[in-house]
Antibody
Framework: QVTLRESGPALVKPTQTLTLTCTFS??????????VSWIRQPPGKALEWLAL???????YYSTSLKTRLTISKDTSKNQVVLTMTNMDPVDTATYYC????????????????WGQGTLVTVSS | EIVMTQSPATLSVSPGERATLSCRAS??????LAWYQQKPGQAPRLLIY???TRATGIPARFSGSGSGTEFTLTISSLQSEDFAVYYC???????????FGPGTKVDIK
């Protein structure tokens, strides 16, 4: 079965760089059409899509956060890593990774499997 | 960016009653619209994709409709486990710039 799990620091200081790892099983990011995304959710607020990486190592980012985000993958380890620079208290949120599939002609299916999320607090 | 709005923000419903949730996109997303259910402390769960197709294992009391800019999620007879927050999400862009609505909280009347 498909599972995803996020890991990373629970607390970061303002201006620091956050590095989160998504470790998954039940699918391979070397399989055509497979993708992994990061999504975050501030406490009590809505979901916000951050980034996507696909089987072909193409990367896509939220327009508003593009300059601060980097997504990468290690196919052999079944891991996707997200880095976010210059962290601020407004970045306090639960960060999720989720699987998404591409089926051609610019079309995706939605996020069908999610990790349980990891809460990151930004505070000095 | 495609902006998603949802109404109402909160919906108070008695168990066994019907719930109707609305989602609107700022421009057409065709049928590339999904609904998720989120309970406190849990990750979102995919309910509906393609505006009207139930995801695997989702009960038939959940149904979705609409296309273009106007969408509806209907829960035909609310069960106790259905009280949660529901989000709509569009996945129509290329390159991908997915966006979520602000959510509708369904609580017990």
């Amino acid at each position: 079965q498909v599972t995803l799990r996020e890991s990373g620091p629970a607390l970061v200081k303002p201006t620091q760089t956050l590095t989160l790892t998504c470790t998954f099983s039940g699918f391979s990011l070397s399989t055509s059409g497979m993708c992994v995304s990061w999504i975050r959710q501030p406490p009590g607020k809505a979901l916000e899509w951050l980034a996507l990486i696909d089987w072909d190592d193409d990367k896509y980012y939220s327009t508003s956060l593009k300059t601060r985000l980097t997504i990468s993958k290690d196919t052999s380890k079944n891991q996707v890593v997200l880095t976010m620079t210059n962290m601020d208290p407004v970045d306090t949120a639960t960060y999720y990774c989720a699987r998404i599939r591409y089926y051609g002609s610019g079309s995706y299916l939605p996020f069908d499997y999610w990790g349980q999320g990891t809460l990151v607090t930004v505070s000095s | 960016e495609i902006v998603m709005t949802q109404s109402p923000a909160t919906l108070s419903v008695s168990p066994g009653e019907r719930a109707t949730l609305s989602c609107r996109a700022s421009q057409s997303v065709s049928s590339n619209l999904a609904w998720y259910q989120q309970k406190p402390g849990q990750a979102p769960r995919l309910l509906i994709y393609g505006a009207s197709t139930r995801a695997t294992g989702i009960p038939a009391r959940f149904s979705g409709s609409g296309s273009g800019t106007e969408f509806t999620l209907t829960i035909s007879s609310l069960q106790s486990e259905d009280f949660a927050v529901y989000y709509c999400q569009q996945y129509n862009n290329w390159p991908p710039k997915f966006t979520f609505g602000p959510g509708t909280k369904v609580d017990i009347k």
